[in-house]
């Protein structure tokens, strides 16, 4: 394509973007609303700037989950102030001073004009979808709220959050489901990534929370890998990037799998340009590689994972690990050429339970029984399990030759320290959970985990794990568990919170468990753990779902900062179970209006988070370093607009009463540790002084209070220090490593202490699988993914014009599309429109169709023809030639979004339902198309 390019001033782009959202305010938006703002009035003028003084002030971004410290320019004048540049926090260690485009261009959702500015309620006589709205007092849209959900029960609402819920208000949202006895949440980025790939990580490591717990040490790396993952580097994690990037500077040989030629791997050495839904099978090749020659780091591998301990395989054929009474484990020991026992739970091997030293054996001799019966190491049942996944066997269906896989084996376990970075949005196959698994296995088999040049464990899961560990070890029982509770530990308590029904007055699980409860019993398959999924909520709309007899229906939905009817699949899914008649009412806050508040009957707005102080103080992000931070508002809120925990409160007693309102304070207090009753003192001084927000502040104080405390500070000293920094630093990564390196000198946070291969998690839950699926397997276990299936080993898998469906995000557009109207980050899609709205399709492919690039052209989905899409070609040879490739950001339908409305096609339009049987993780590329020109 041809570029040229126009000479671009700030007046000018500032009346290109005018006149951009004029034209968008004309397009069809049924909204009532005064007269839009024009960017001048939003500034300030050129004349009046130069008498201002600029102010400074800290906040973290809110466009994706790097949660990276972000330093705010504004210009007052006292008494007026105007936010004129974002940059990274240049006193911070997490991202180092830098911000991604998304993250500078962040003011501009503050002054985007499209933004929802006042309450709103839908158009009586209107359907859901339309954008027909009025606008209203807050007063009237609690009074519609709570007249539509009077008769609607505690477990007929379903709440649904997006990021910023999941990290931001956690304490706030966990504490608002069950003080109104809600069991029902659906976490918007739980099912696309957290407990499918991450889960995979977390059961080999122990961690395991909101997101990915490891930050890799790319800076001392001299080896790093990417398998199926373009989100953490070229999507954009500022916190990644730029510790890769010194990486690459000093030296490190970078290496990606992936169909596409990314962004990340565009800066590769190497680019394996690998065949879709085959990475699991590359994975156990080099797996079976460094084990089977002896390439792994023997030494970690005896002393801090659980590969020498014995186990056998019982009647059924499932292997079963050995323990005694007391739950300690049996190994090998070469010293004494016996049989020893190791404790149930620490972090080494070097000790037997009476504390002589011993060596354990990862290979036994012949000949070794325990209790009459044949036994082996989890290490040769590992290896065994394998075996036939050779570089040769992965050669056939990856398409990369056998000798590059023997290469990259050897040069992976060989040039230390080495990375395989863990990967982030994971969901796209039935078998990532195991590849995930797997990639874990190899980070452990060369020793690098929790090491320079490996990967490092975020510091805040490490303070968690530590005070975890010194508790246990004096047998201290842990109070405020979301304050203190870190990896699987966590995630135990989470699935016990919201699949017990005795945690609920009414005694009943989330829709999730219930369902899946009713299909086992039906001998159909069901979800093992629907943590926070939407499996069973569509059923449970169309009163499909029973519980104990009785028809358990959802009725109402509050959403709160996510967008599934655009990023959960396919599209029509949720718009029919929003639409439908059993739903009495929808509540959507927000501060854009996407195209799920389309469907909404009640549209709260949200302020922006340069116009919030949040209630809480927050670890400092995926960090090695362990710090706090808290985000400081630039401005006062420009619009009618309120903060979410003022919000929750106000639906709590909508929902419950002042009794749940009391019992809202007190749950807070007994997960979180936040004193209700300071809370409440502080509420009534906020409401007097007239605070807009008075709740959110009153809790901000509290939470100052708390991390002061904690750190040993004064309040005013310690919010000094945030306010003129932005981040409170405790320890560095060093400090850390030398303090509680994880297993190094503490126990990791799965079952047994150890670094697991023989899974812990996958024991305990195998006896609730759906069938004897390799998903559930104890150890690693390799199956295809379902688009290969039977096909595996045959040379041609494809019919004509048929191709492998993949996906990814872009630089420039956050997962929910929170950004896709911001005008600055609009004008560089615009740019690059061919590239990031075309669907990509290899040259070899496309002249056989006589597609060209530009060419329209309709993609089919050939499992449900109902689902298809069209859009533009985008002919490359960066792409697998069996593959096409979209990007995820793209085809906002919602027209009162004028610069991202109709822009690039929807994938949820071609992609359909289809969950993993562990968690619901979406097989979301598990299917094949059919490619059409139209």
């Known amino acids: 394509m041809a570029w040229s390019f126009p000479k671009l001033t700030r007046r000018t782009f500032i009346q290109g973007a005018a006149a951009t959202t004029a034209i968008g305010a004309l397009s069809g938006s049924k909204i009532a609303s005064a007269h839009l703002p024009s960017w001048d009035d939003l500034m300030f003028a050129d004349s009046k700037r130069k008498q201002m003084k600029e102010k400074l002030d800290y906040t973290i971004c809110n466009f994706c989950s790097s949660l990276c410290n972000i330093e705010i320019r504004s210009l007052t004048d006292g008494e007026t102030s105007r936010i004129v540049k974002l940059e990274g926090n240049p006193h911070s260690t997490l991202n180092r001073g830098r911000a991604c485009a998304r993250g500078q261009s962040g003011l501009f959702q503050t002054y985007d004009t499209d933004r929802l500015k006042t309450p709103m309620i839908r158009v009586e006589g209107s359907k859901r979808g339309e954008m027909a709205f009025r606008k209203a007092t807050w007063e009237e849209v609690y009074e519609y709220i709570a007249k539509n959900t009077k008769e609607v029960k505690p477990w007929e609402w379903t709440t649904v959050g997006g990021w910023t819920n999941c990290v931001f208000y956690m304490n706030w949202a966990v504490a608002f489901s069950m003080a109104n006895q809600i069991p029902n949440i659906v976490a918007s980025p739980m099912q696309h990534c957290v407990t499918t790939g991450h889960l995979g990580t977390d059961a080999v490591t122990g961690n395991f929370n909101i997101h990915d717990e490891i930050l890799p040490d790319f800076d001392n790396a001299r080896y790093i890998m990417y398998i199926a993952n373009n989100g953490s580097m070229g999507a954009v994690s500022t916190a990644r990037v730029v510790r890769a990037a010194e990486g690459i500077q000093r030296g490190a040989k970078i290496v990606v799998l992936d169909p596409r030629l990314s962004e990340t791997a565009a800066k590769a050495d190497e680019w394996v340009r690998i065949r879709p ?379 419950s009463g002042k009794a749940g309102v009391e019992a809202y304070y007190q749950t807070i207090d007994n997960l979180a540790g936040l004193s209700a009753e300071k809370a409440k003192k502080y509420v009534a001084e906020e409401q007097a002084k007239g605070t807009a927000a008075p709740i959110a502040a009153a809790y901000r104080r509290v939470s100052m209070e708390h991390a002061a405390h904690e750190v040993g500070e004064t309040p005013e000293t310690f919010e000094k220090v945030l306010r003129e920094k932005g981040v409170y630093y405790i320890k560095t990564m060093d400090e850390l490593l030398e303090e509680a390196a994880m297993p190094q000198k503490m126990p990791v946070p799965t079952k047994s202490g150890r670094i697991e291969f023989y899974s812990g998690l996958f024991e305990m839950i195998r006896g609730n699988s759906t069938t004897r699926a390799p998903n559930f397997g104890v150890l690693a276990t390799h199956f295809p993914s379902g688009i290969l299936g039977e096909k595996v080993l045959q040379d041609r898998m494809l019919g004509d014009g048929e191709f492998y469906f993949t996906y990814g995000k872009s630089p420039t557009v956050s997962h929910g599309s929170t950004n896709a109207n911001n005008p600055v980050l609009s004008a560089i899609n615009t740019f690059k429109e061919d590239i990031y709205t075309g669907i990509w399709i290899n040259p070899t492919r496309a002249d056989k169709l006589n597609i060209k690039t530009g060419d329209k052209i309709k993609i089919t989905n050939l499992e449900d023809e109902s689902l298809n899409v069209d859009g533009k070609a985008y002919v490359t040879n960066q792409v697998q030639p069996e593959s096409v490739f979209m990007y995820s950001s793209f085809g906002t339908e919602n027209a009162a979004l004028s610069r991202a409305v109709g822009f690039g096609s929807a994938i949820n339009k071609v992609i359909g339902y289809k969950v993993d049987p562990v968690v619901a993780g979406f097989r979301s590329q598990e299917f094949t198309i059919k490619v059409e020109k139209v």
């Open 277 to 655: 839904g085959t990475d699991l099978d590359f994975a156990m090749a080099m797996m079976n590689e460094i084990m089977s020659k002896d390439y792994y780091d023997k030494s970690f591998c005896t002393k801090h994972t659980n590969l020498p301990f014995l186990i056998e395989k019982d009647a059924e054929g499932e292997w079963q690990i050995i323990r005694d009474e007391n739950g300690n484990f049996s190994v090998y020991d070469e010293v004494t050429a016996s049989v020893q026992k190791v404790k149930s739970h620490d972090n080494a091997n070097e000790l037997d339970i009476n504390g002589q030293r011993i060596i354990p054996a990862l290979r036994l001799p012949e000949g070794v029984m325990v209790k009459g019966k044949a036994v082996q190491t989890v290490f040769e049942a590992q290896l065994d399990e394998i075996k036939h996944v050779t570089p040769e066997f992965a050669a056939k269906t990856t398409t990369i030759p056998a000798e590059d896989i023997v290469r990259i084996a050897y040069e992976y376990s060989h040039i230390k320290p080495a990375i395989i970075d863990p990967g982030w949005m994971g969901a796209r196959y039935n078998n990532v959970q195991m590849l995930r698994r797997t990639q874990a296995m190899l980070q452990a088999l060369i020793g690098g985990i929790d090491s320079k040049g490996g990967w490092i464990n975020a510091a805040e899961v490490r303070h968690k794990v530590h005070t975890t560990h010194e508790a246990r070890m004096k047998g201290e029982k842990q109070l405020h568990p979301l304050a203190t509770t870190a990896g699987m530990p966590f995630a135990e308590m989470v699935v016990d919170v919201f699949s017990n029904p005795k945690n609920f007055n009414h005694g009943k699980p989330a829709w999730a468990y219930a369902f899946a409860e009713q299909q086992k019993a039906a001998g159909k398959p069901w979800v093992s753990l629907p943590v926070m999924a939407d499996t069973g909520l569509f059923e449970s709309v169309r009163g499909e779902v029973e519980y104990k007899g009785e028809k358990y229906l959802t009725k109402a939905f509050f959403i709160n900062g996510a967008n599934p009817v655009h990023h959960y699949f396919p599209d029509s899914y949720w718009k029919e179970m929003l639409n439908h008649e059993n739903v009495s009412c929808v509540v959507c806050m927000d501060v854009l209006p996407s195209d799920t508040t389309a469907y909404a009957d009640v549209i709260l707005p949200n302020s922006t988070y340069l116009e919030r102080d949040e209630p809480g103080v927050y670890g400092n992000g995926v960090n090695q370093d362990l710090g706090l931070t808290t985000r400081f508002k630039a401005i006062d809120p420009l619009y009618d607009t309120q903060e979410v925990t003022d919000v929750m409160f106000k639906m709590t007693e909508i929902i």
